[in-house]
């Protein structure tokens, strides 16, 4: 694959865009660090919600995989969904869980 600007630009698309799912759907990180450590449900809801999100911005790479013909806008949504993941996650086994 030839990394011209317009699969250049679908690259950067497939990284914003799951970093834009991931801050929609799912609370402030200084939320879950303010939250009660008693508070069990909070760890649900954030595990669930990275779960969609996940599904929601590996499904959008996949359609911009599909559309660009080469596999690297998935990698870069894994990323995106690892890095994400990575910074709740550290959150939360400080904090609530």
Known sequence: MKLDSG??????????QGLTIFTTLMPDRSEVR???PDDANMCGDIRHGEIMSSFLTLGFATLLAWLVGD?????IGAACCITMITAYEVTLQRKVC
């Open 7 to 16: 699969t250049a630009s679908l690259m950067v698309l497939a990284g914003a």
């Open 71 to 75: 596999e690297l806008p998935i990698w």
């Open 34 to 36: 303010n939250a009660d």
